[in-house]
T-cell receptor
Framework: QQKVQQSPESLSVPEGGMASLNCTSS?????YFWWYRQHSGEGPKALM?????GDKKEGRFTAHLNKASLHVSLHIRDSQPSDSALYFC????????????FGLGTRVSVFP | EAAVTQSPRNKVAVTGGKVTLSCNQT?????MYWYRQDTGHGLRLIHY???????EKGDIPDGYKASRPSQENFSLILELATPSQTSVYFC???????????FGKGTRLTVV
């Protein structure tokens, strides 16, 4: 079973609209969560991390973490064509040498 | 911006042949990682390293070896390539657990 599960698999959003991505974990050892974004032909790049319960905002991106339910979400406000990409949720245990465990990703397409 | 460089970017290999994928990072990061990315499986960890001279098995190490001769370089070796190893391979580096991981642009390997 995938330890980090993402939904939906894909998402189409109008330009200027809001995209909402979800991620849940089945492993209570996971304490730290990241969102990575991968454009076609590139490697993943970290968007933001969230380690504490509540919201974290960086520009048009807001992450929300609920540690009790091991649920983390990412909301993209005012979506732009450049936001079209594959978004990964990743989680890690404290001081776990292997580092991050990735979900399967959500593909976001922003249409004009 | 952290730099991770992979070579080659594309490779076609024959079944049973030896393949070496190379990775160089100029960030002085302690940890380096090799992942493969396949549709339906996301990013899966093959091998990782804490520093020069160390290599550790990740989640899917079978059929792969790794070598970390220096802080900057980390190689992935397929001694006897098989078609099931056709994939996109990513090298990454980071300071360690709970910190951002920086990815290279990837190597597309096709084993025929």
């Amino acid at each position: 079973q995938q330890k980090v599960q993402q939904s939906p698999e894909s998402l189409s959003v109008p330009e200027g609209g809001m995209a909402s991505l979800n991620c849940t974990s089945s492993d209570r050892n996971f304490q730290y969560f990241w969102w990575y974004r991968q454009h076609s032909g590139e490697g993943p790049k970290a968007l933001m991390s969230i380690f504490s319960d509540g919201d974290k905002k960086e520009g048009r991106f807001t992450a929300h973490l609920n540690k009790a339910s091991l649920h983390v979400s990412l909301h993209i406000r005012d979506s732009q064509p450049s936001d079209s990409a594959l978004y990964f949720c990743a989680a890690s245990e404290p001081n776990y040498a292997q580092g991050l465990t990735f979900g399967l990703g959500t593909r976001v397409s922003v249409f004009p | 911006e952290a730099a991770v460089t992979q070579s080659p970017r594309n490779k076609v290999a024959v079944t049973g042949g030896k393949v070496t994928l190379s990775c160089n990072q100029t960030n002085n990061h302690n940890n380096m990682y090799w992942y493969r990315q396949d549709t339906g499986h996301g990013l899966r960890l093959i091998h990782y390293s804490y520093g020069a001279g160390s290599t550790e098995k990740g989640d899917i190490p079978d059929g792969y070896k790794a070598s970390r001769p220096s802080q900057e370089n980390f190689s992935l070796i397929l001694e006897l390539a098989t078609p099931s190893q056709t994939s996109v391979y990513f090298c990454a580096s980071g300071w360690g657990p709970n910190t951002e991981v920086f990815f290279g642009k990837g190597t597309r390997l096709t084993v025929v």
